[in-house]
């Protein structure tokens, strides 16, 4: 078996590839642009490895990509590649229609004009929008995304679908809840958080810290993907959700306690531009047709994390360090 992973270097899909390296006997090959989230240290581990190769490259380049899916004949996609932070996308949407839309129609194409077997669109609770509770997602709610992120993600998995219908292309699409875990860029909440606590730094709290996400560990989220890519259904859509809802507030208590850090580092900041209130994801389907269900509970999961971020400062020092300066400044400095 060999796999084409795109955005292999990132948070999650550098965790699918340590996984699939490590559990597997598959040759893998990792497209990845390597933009600002894209880091080949999250990889040290397998980087010498016969069965691995690392592609650097856009999947919005249509000779490359077509190219690489032409030479590699993969068994299988796993397109991972995104922009993949909210603020990020209400700051600066043009390289999330850039690489989300465009680069996804561009592998989809490869991967048809190549007949490849199977084609794993990693997508994102986001899409079905914010839910009163107690409602939950099933695969059949409609699609409201409130971001250019997460629009670009409902059109991707539109288009990702379409290919099934008219191509007859096999086509599966995961969308998960919220990741966290070792190696995530400290943008999205729980790194950030982690890492601004570990340094006595003030909490960015949006809004009234009452939003509610569903947490995921980063590795039970690899294994739902690794259960779909077996098992999943041609052009069907399955959730892979943690099943542990919880208010940001909270989570940020459990973090500072675990990290051994005063409350008073909390500090409430200007709310995010159409802030989605609450995310709640039924993940009985997944369940039923691959047995997959969420091993990690949230607080092992959550003091893991925080171990890894205290052992590896040297690693969140250097992402830390130029283009995120900026992105910090921009996003935080006239929200206070
Ligand atoms: P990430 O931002 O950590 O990593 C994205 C990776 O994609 C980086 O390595 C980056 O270099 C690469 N990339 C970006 N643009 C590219 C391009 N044009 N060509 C090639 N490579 C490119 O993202 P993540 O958090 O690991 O998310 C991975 C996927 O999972 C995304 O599709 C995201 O929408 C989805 N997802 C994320 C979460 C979450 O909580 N992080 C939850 C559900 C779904
Ligand atoms: O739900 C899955 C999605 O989860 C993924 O598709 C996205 O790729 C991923 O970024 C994530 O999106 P969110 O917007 O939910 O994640 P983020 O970590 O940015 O924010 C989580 C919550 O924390 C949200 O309610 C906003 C809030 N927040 C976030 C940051 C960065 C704060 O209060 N302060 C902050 O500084």
Redesign the pocket.
């Known amino acids: 078996m060999k796999i084409l992973v795109?955005?292999g270097?990132?948070?999650?899909?550098s965790a699918f590839v340590r996984l699939v390296m490590a559990e597997t006997g598959w040759e893998v090959v990792n497209?990845?642009?390597?933009?600002y989230?894209?880091n080949l240290e999250n990889l040290a581990e397998v980087e010498s490895s016969g069965r691995y190769r690392f592609v650097q490259?856009?999947?919005?380049d249509q000779a490359a990509v077509g190219a690489l899916v032409a030479e590699t004949k993969p068994d299988a996609i796993v397109h991972?590649?995104?922009?993949?932070?909210v603020d990020r996308s209400i700051i600066s949407p043009e390289p999330v229609i850039q690489?989300n839309l465009l680069?996804t129609f561009r592998l989809l194409e490869a991967a048809r004009l190549n007949n490849v077997p199977r084609f794993v669109h990693?997508?994102?609770?986001e899409v079905y929008g914010s839910l009163p509770a107690p409602e939950e997602a099933t695969e059949k709610f409609p699609l409201q995304p409130s971001s250019p992120y997460s629009a670009s993600?409902a059109g991707s998995d539109m288009l990702a679908l379409s290919y099934f219908v008219t191509f007859r292309m096999p086509v599966v699409v995961t969308r998960?809840?919220?990741?966290y875990g070792p190696y995530q860029?400290p943008e999205?909440l729980i790194p950030l958080m982690i890492a601004n606590a570990l340094e006595d730094r003030p909490l960015p709290v949006y809004g009234d810290g009452m939003q509610i996400r569903d947490w995921l560990y980063v590795d039970d989220h690899c294994r739902g993907i690794l259960a779909v890519l077996d098992k999943g259904r041609a052009g069907e859509i399955y959730n892979i959700g943690g099943n542990r809802s919880l208010p940001n507030l909270d989570v940020i208590h459990k973090l500072l306690a675990l990290a051994g850090k005063p409350e008073s580092l909390i500090q409430y900041v200007k709310d995010r531009p159409g802030h989605d209130r609450r995310y709640a994801l039924s993940s009985e389907k997944i369940l039923r047709e691959t047995g997959w269900r969420p091993k990690v509970d949230f607080e092992t999961g959550l003091a893991r994390t925080i171990e890894w971020y205290r052992a590896n400062a040297p690693w969140v020092a250097r992402v830390r360090s130029g283009e995120y300066r900026n992105y910090y400044e921009r996003n935080y400095a006239n929200r206070v």
Do not use: R, W, Y
Request: no cysteine; aromatic share 8%.
């Open positions: 795109t955005g270097a990132g948070f999650i899909g497209l990845d642009k390597l933009t989230a894209g490259g856009d999947i919005a991972f590649a995104a922009e993949s932070h690489t680069g990693v997508s994102t609770d993600k998960a809840s919220n990741n860029f999205k």
